[in-house]
């Protein structure tokens, strides 16, 4: 560890005030938008896709920051806000509309309300207000929230309003996630909403990755050389396929040695030790892949993994017990969903990178658990594989990597 003059620029949602290697698609993302008085009828809505790590959320934070300062500077009504909301760790479209209208309410609650109800106190508040707004989306993946009903709203709101009002304040939209997650969200809305050609992002070239190390280092040490810090980490990043999160992750390890947490909505406090074998670990970080999977793909990756390193698979109650104890820690959610065996299926949702938990091996053959875990606690049947969807259309910027 060293000593941090600013350990908060280590945290995962600090947004940085130039994103390096990326002003070619944050300048592609604003074309789009077309701001302050578009050309376009709304709804106004753009994709930022890219795998984890090439800062899909940074580009459309930035992105959004740009537009509102050009709606500023046109004076086009009141001051213009952005509203950014992850939606990854969010349970359903019920947390996201609720994290939405908690944005501008802090106050509110969303338990006991439907979503329609809080998509019309959304909506309606938007339009009192009046403000141009640029609303932020990121974080999609694969078996995350339902976004559908969100978007649907903000594309038709005369809906939602009351008797005589019609229609909202400028309001620009952006998505940021896995290509094949925003693909699945524009098939689920129909023609009205276009997303796509995504404005794609190729993963960071070596060179990037240690700029990106080097700034963030500067920032957090305060100044001074960094040159001797970045690259092994650089080479470790390469070395684990990992993008700028996983730098990022190295370099907050390095220098403060334990997690730094902007908190979002929707995730606990982290830190709680958990006792957990390594391999359920690499079965859930193989299952899961940064977003969510089924229980049943979690223990068929468990079995396997204990098979090779040979040992035998955990009963199914035990595997169950562990993930309670991952829950109860703040590190993942258990959702249960229609379908699967039973008629349900359970999904288990990352609520921080694997690599960020702090965890103790389990002893093998250790005792059963004996934790009082409560209702809910008994093992799920497994889930079926999601199909393959078709890679939609994306705008990539030219690669310069090479230089």
Do not use: K
Request: aromatic share 4%.
């Amino acid at each position: 560890m060293q000593p941090s003059s600013h350990p908060e620029v280590l945290a995962n949602d600090w947004l940085p005030p130039v994103a390096l290697g990326r002003s070619a698609e944050i300048a592609e993302v604003v074309r789009r938008l077309d701001p302050p008085r578009p050309a376009a009828p709304p709804p106004w809505v753009v994709g930022v896709t890219g795998p984890r790590g090439s800062g899909t959320s940074t580009v459309a934070r930035i992105a959004a920051r740009e537009v509102a300062d050009l709606v500023r500077v046109a004076g086009v009504g009141p001051s213009p806000r952005v509203l950014a909301c992850r939606t990854g760790p969010l349970r359903g479209t019920h947390g996201v509309a609720s994290a939405l209208l908690r944005r501008l309410d802090d106050g509110f609650d969303g338990r006991g309300f439907p979503v329609t109800e809080i998509l019309a106190g959304l909506l309606r508040r938007l339009r009192r207000e009046g403000r141009p707004t640029v609303l932020v989306l990121d974080d999609v993946g694969v078996g995350g929230p339902d976004l559908g009903p969100v978007l649907r709203a903000l594309g038709d709101p005369d809906r939602f309003l009351p008797e005589g009002e019609y229609g909202l304040p400028p309001l620009w939209v952006l998505l940021a996630g896995t290509e094949e997650a925003l693909g699945s969200v524009e098939r689920s809305l129909g023609a009205r909403f276009a997303l796509a050609p995504f404005v794609a992002l190729r993963p960071y070239s070596d060179r990037q990755l240690e700029a990106i190390l080097r700034d963030r280092a500067e920032r957090a040490l305060g100044g001074g050389p960094t040159g001797e810090l970045a690259r092994p980490l650089l080479e470790r990043t390469v070395a684990d396929g990992g993008g700028a999160t996983r730098a990022i992750d190295l370099l907050r390890r390095r220098i403060v040695g334990a997690p730094v947490r902007t908190p979002y909505l929707g995730a606990r406090p982290f830190g709680v030790r958990v006792t957990v074998e390594p391999h359920v670990l690499r079965a859930i970080d193989e299952a899961v892949q940064g977003r969510s999977a089924p229980v049943g793909e979690v223990r068929r990756r468990e079995a396997a993994l204990a098979r090779a390193d040979g040992g035998r698979p955990l009963p199914a109650t035990t595997l169950w017990r562990r993930i309670v104890q991952l829950e109860r820690a703040g590190y993942v959610r258990r959702e249960i969903r229609p379908g699967g065996t039973g008629g349900t299926r359970s999904i288990v949702r990352l609520l921080a990178p694997i690599d960020e938990w702090v965890t103790v091996p389990a002893r093998p053959g250790s005792p059963r658990d004996d934790e009082r875990l409560g209702p809910g606690a008994a093992p799920d049947p497994a889930a079926a594989e999601a199909g393959a969807v078709p890679p939609p259309a994306v705008w990539s910027a030219p690669d310069d990597r090479a230089g």
